[in-house]
């Protein structure tokens, strides 16, 4: 790959999804590239590129794929959960109606790993976790991983970022390789099965104070980004808030959020009152 | 504003090479540059690294600039009244007045040279020539 | 446990917006021109009335999802009634309809010729970034033929910027000749510079 070649693809990047590749990363972005062109079958760098333009088959998400973290497991960027409890739900509490609950969407979900981690930091971290309800919802278009996910079945793995005190507290040992989710609190996440970018799937679940949307949005195509913005727009309430990965941007996403920034976490709120456009 | 916060730029442009001349200009003249290629991202950035000046293209993707420099000039703080060089296609009065309703300091038509860029920054900056 | 779960939850907005969509169009609250909005592209008549109400909708975010609901709509009406929005003097309207066309922009490929030659060099500008997202054997030809005839600097720049992203070897010629016209623009011949650098250093193919 030339120079000009890495810059070109760096300019792309950057303008679709606001990753930025420099110099630092160049070693692993020829090595991707390499892989990418073996799967793909392209045999010279000017028709892969020509592939990645066109989204030929998910071929960014394919090649982004090696630069985020993209194994689910327990506690996976908890600096979005320490925004939670130190920022979000203070703020959320501020504004909300006393008595009513503290509702957080979780959504896509997979296989249940983050929807249980908010549960279990929530009880763990958050001093005023007694005061209030809390429904967690967990929603996928995946019907398989919701099976999973309400199993609540992991291995080691998955399990990796949590202590043995967490895991005793909240998990029955069922053989050597996995643990379950005890069942009191599997039976307090719900589970939906949703498409992000229907309507009719998401405005059922209701309004939100925090939203958890990773690594999925940046993916979709120019229309159903803002389609699916404006579905999680409408489940958020006003001044409620919503996560994306820690390499997405709604920036390249839409305009309908404030940009927020804490000491943990940069996250977008909907504004508390209609906008003065 | 400490004297390396004073050489910080902050360059809002959607076009690769706009960026990477202005880019070109401003580093040798000693400044710190940073991107973003809308206004949505702009806040981003500001947030995480104020600059001293924003250099702002006015037709952006997803949000464009007099829709940033307006939303900027509300925001409470030092962030909010960040000198502003709006840089647009349009020569017009009306659109330098449009600008400097929205909040812009200073307005250039494009395309504007590198050496122009550097002088105003510079003078926007307080940073003697 | 502080944990609970309920049965259903409120819908988070009305599931189809009562009335008449098309007269809450203009009508209302934010929140209710904002659900006819994203109501209206499926209905008769629906298309039309969003480009028309565009005209006079100050809230950006309704804006925003009349410009979607014609995105989804993914018509050539659709693409005729956000196009009139691209002469606009309002950043925000004459962005929010560029934006839609380049999320549609297969469907709007026909009006495209049309555009790259404009008589108002800002739609011409604009129409350039619409083909960056268009299979680059349509994109290129066009771009390059308005390389060739363009007199307004800032519409050959857009149309580099959009060619060093998808430009191959055979837009290299009319690049080249646009420098020629244009040696007293110093932006401009350093874009195409760059541009030309991008396309030409291609590494070979290998089998």
Sequence with gaps: ?277 | MADGDKRRVLVIDDASLVRLYYRDALERAGFEVDEALNGLEAFEKLMMHPPALLVVDVNMPRMDGMTFLRLLRRQAGPIGSTPALVTSTEAGVQDMAAARAAGANFYLTKPVAQDTLALYAAMLCGIPA | MPLIRKGDAEPSAPIGADGDVIAALTNGTNDQRWAAARAAGDIPGGVQALGRALATEADARVREAFFTSLVRARSLEAVDAVLPHLRSDDANLRIGALDALRGMAATAAPRLPFLLSDPDADVRLLACEILRDLPSADAVPLLCRLLEREDQVNVCASAVEVLAEIGGPDALPALAACAARFLSEPFLVFSIKAASARIGAQSPGHG
């Design chain 1, 1 to 277: 790959m030339t120079e000009e070649e890495f810059q070109r693809l760096c300019d792309f990047l950057y303008r679709r999804t606001g990753m930025l590749f420099g110099e630092a990363k160049r070693y692993y972005v020829e090595r991707r590239i390499t892989e990418r062109m073996a799967a793909t079958g392209a045999t010279a760098f000017a028709s892969y590129f020509a592939r990645l333009r066109g989204d030929v088959r998910g071929e960014i998400e394919q090649f982004v794929n090696a630069f985020t973290v993209n194994e689910t497991y327990f506690y996976r960027e908890d600096h979005q959960l320490q925004c939670l409890t130190s920022d979000l739900l203070r703020e959320r509490l501020k504004v909300k109606p006393r008595g009513e609950a503290v509702r957080i969407w979780s959504v896509p979900c997979s296989t249940g790993e983050e929807p249980y981690s908010i549960a279990i930091w929530l009880l763990e971290n958050w001093p005023q976790v007694d005061s209030h309800d809390i429904e967690i919802v967990g929603s996928d278009i995946d019907t398989g991983v919701l099976e999973a996910a309400r199993a609540g079945i992991y291995g080691k793995r998955a399990l990796m970022r949590l202590s043995p005190e967490l895991i005793e507290r909240y998990f029955e040992q069922i053989d050597d390789e996995h643990w379950q989710v005890l069942e009191d609190l599997r039976g307090s996440v719900r589970f939906s099965s949703v498409n992000l970018v229907e309507a009719a799937e998401t405005r059922p679940n209701g309004r939100f104070d925090v939203i958890f949307c990773r690594n999925v949005l940046i993916y979709f195509d120019d229309a159903s980004r803002r389609v699916a913005a404006e579905n999680l727009y409408e489940n958020l309430a006003p001044g409620g808030f919503i996560c994306l990965g820690h390499s997405e941007s709604m920036s390249r996403i839409s305009p309908l959020f404030e940009v927020r920034r804490y000491a943990d976490a940069i996250v977008y709120q909907r504004p508390l009152e209609a906008a003065r456009g």
